[in-house]
C-alpha cells in the first residue's frame, strides 16, 4: 500500500515536469521579436494616417515661413554677436570709412591690432572694480580717431553715441595701458633693432654725412595760454612762434624711424638746454660699440670724438660740439658774409636733416593731437598722447616711407602758426586801439564836465 502511494506521487511529480518542460518549449517556439510585433501592429491604414500627419505639420511649417517673407530683416543684430561691434559696424558700411577714421586700411588696423591684443588682455579691464562694457578692439578704433581728429571730447563722444564722461574715462585708462607699449615697441626697439652697424651693413645712412647716427630737431604744438600769474605763463610763450605752447624733442634715423621724443616743454625753453637735459640718452646712443670701432669713419669732429657717432643739428645747437659731436651749419657774424664753402656746408646739412622735417610733416598730417591747438590736461600731453602718436607714425613709416612731400607739408604747418600768432597779434593790436580810443573819449567828457560845472575856475 505504501509502495504504490510512493509510485503514485512519483509518476504525478513526472507528470508536472514534464508538462511544464513542454508548455516552456511551446513559449519558446512561439516567441517573438519587439520589432516583428510593431511591424505587426502597424497597419496600412495607420501608417497613411502617419504620413498625412507629418505633411500636415510640413505644410504648416513652410506657410508660416511663407507669412513673413514681406518682413524686413533687421541686420542690425549681427553686432550683437560679433566681437567688435563699433568697428565692425563703421567697417560693413564702407572699408574707406576706417582709413578715413584712424589713417589705416583694415587690414593695418588688423596688424597693429594683433601687435598689441595679447598685452591688452592681460593689462586693461582687468583686477577689481567696475568694468568697461567695451570690446578692447573697439577702444583701440576710438583710441585712434581721438588721436587722429582731437577736438573735444563731446564731439567724439558723439561720433560712437557714448556719454562724455564715460567716453574719456574709457580713453584715457586705455591710453594709460597702451601708449607705453605702444613707445616701448614701435620706437624704443628701433635704437636696438637699427644699430649703427646694421644701418652700414644695408647702406641705409645719411647721404652726405654717413658717420651720423640720427638727426635731432625740436617741433612745437600750440597750447592754451595757462593760468597763473605772468611769470608762469611767460614761460610758455616761444618768442620765434609767437604763440604759448610746448616743445618736444624727436631724434630720426636715416631710415625715418624715430628711436626717442623728449617729455614736452614750455614754449620758452631754448633748443640746444632740451638738447642737454636729454644727455643721457644722446651719449648712450651715440657711443661706438666694440664692433662699431672697426667700421670707417671719415666725418667731421673725427678726432675730438673718436668714441662716438655725430649728430645732425640746425643753428640753434650752436656750441653743442664742445660736449657731443654735433654737427652744425655755420652761423652767420654780424658785418661779414658766409663763404662758399660754408655754404655748401650749410646746403649738406639741411639736405640730410631734411628726414626730421618729413617726420614732423608725417606726424602732423595723421594727427591733429601733435598739429591743432592742445586743448586737454597737460598731465596726460607726453605719455598718452604724443608719445603714442610717435610710435604710430613709425608704424605708418613702416608701411609707407617718408616722402619730399611730408616736408612740404610740415612748412605748411609752420606758417599756419604764423599765420595764428598774426592773426591773434592784429587782434591784440585792435582791443587795444579801441581801449585806447574808449579812455580818450572818456578823460575828454570828464574834461567838459569840469570845466562847465558851475562855480569852477574855468566856468568864471
Known amino acids: 500500500m505504501l ?225 597763473g600769474q605772468m611769470k608762469e605763463r611767460r614761460a610758455y610763450y616761444s618768442a620765434k612762434h609767437h604763440l604759448h605752447g610746448y616743445k618736444v624733442e624727436v631724434s630720426v634715423l636715416p631710415n625715418g624711424l624715430a628711436l626717442n621724443c623728449t617729455a614736452h616743454y614750455p614754449g620758452s625753453e631754448a633748443d640746444i638746454q632740451i638738447f642737454r637735459n636729454n644727455h643721457e640718452f644722446h651719449l648712450q646712443h651715440l657711443l661706438k660699440s666694440s664692433m662699431e670701432t672697426e667700421l670707417a669713419d671719415e666725418g667731421p669732429l673725427t678726432t675730438e670724438h673718436s668714441d662716438s657717432w655725430a649728430v645732425l643739428a640746425d643753428n640753434g645747437y650752436q656750441g653743442l660740439a664742445a660736449d657731443f659731436r654735433a654737427i652744425t651749419p655755420f652761423k652767420k657774424q654780424p658785418l661779414r658774409e658766409l663763404t662758399l664753402e660754408h655754404v655748401e656746408t650749410k646746403d649738406r646739412i639741411a639736405y640730410d636733416r631734411g628726414l626730421v622735417k618729413n617726420y614732423f610733416g608725417r606726424l602732423c598730417t595723421l594727427w591733429a593731437m601733435c598739429s591743432d591747438k592742445y586743448r586737454w590736461d597737460e598731465g596726460n600731453y607726453d605719455m598718452f598722447f604724443f608719445c603714442a602718436c610717435v610710435a604710430l607714425t613709425n608704424f605708418h613709416v613702416r608701411i609707407l616711407p617718408l616722402r619730399s612731400e611730408d616736408g612740404t607739408n610740415y612748412h605748411n604747418y609752420l606758417k599756419r602758426l604764423c599765420v595764428i600768432s598774426h592773426d591773434a597779434s592784429t587782434k591784440k593790436l585792435a582791443v587795444q586801439r579801441r581801449y585806447r580810443e574808449k579812455r580818450h573819449m572818456r578823460l575828454r567828457r570828464m574834461l567838459v564836465a569840469h570845466v562847465d560845472r558851475p562855480g569852477s575856475r574855468s566856468a568864471r
Not at 206 to 219: I, K, L, M
Open 3 to 227: 509502495l504504490c502511494s510512493s509510485f503514485n506521487i512519483g509518476e504525478s511529480m513526472t507528470n508536472i515536469f514534464s508538462h511544464g518542460s513542454a508548455r516552456k518549449h511551446n513559449l519558446f517556439l512561439h516567441h517573438e521579436p519587439p520589432t516583428t510585433r510593431i511591424l505587426i501592429d502597424l497597419t496600412t491604414d495607420k501608417a497613411a494616417d502617419s504620413v498625412g500627419r507629418h505633411k500636415s505639420l510640413d505644410a504648416d511649417r513652410q506657410s508660416r515661413r511663407q507669412s513673413v517673407s514681406s518682413v524686413r530683416l533687421d541686420n542690425d543684430n549681427d553686432d550683437i554677436d560679433s566681437p567688435s561691434p563699433i568697428y565692425h559696424q563703421f567697417l560693413r558700411e564702407d572699408t574707406q570709412n576706417i582709413a578715413a577714421l584712424t589713417n589705416f586700411a583694415p587690414l593695418e588696423f588688423e596688424c597693429l591690432w594683433n601687435s598689441i591684443r595679447a598685452h591688452v588682455a592681460d593689462h586693461w579691464n582687468v583686477g577689481r572694480g567696475r568694468k568697461s562694457k567695451q570690446q578692447p578692439k573697439d577702444v583701440l578704433f576710438m583710441f585712434l580717431v581721438v588721436l587722429k581728429h582731437c577736438g573735444k571730447w563731446d564731439v567724439v563722444a558723439n561720433v560712437f553715441r557714448i556719454k562724455t564722461g564715460t567716453f574719456q574715462k574709457i580713453i584715457l585708462s586705455f591710453a594709460e595701458v597702451v601708449s607705453p607699449y605702444l613707445y616701448e615697441k614701435y620706437v624704443v626697439s628701433a635704437a636696438g633693432k637699427f644699430t649703427m652697424e646694421a644701418l652700414v651693413l644695408v647702406g641705409n645712412t645719411f647721404r652726405n654725412y654717413p658717420s651720423a647716427r640720427y638727426a635731432t630737431d625740436v617741433t612745437f604744438q600750440q597750447s592754451n595760454m595757462p593760468t
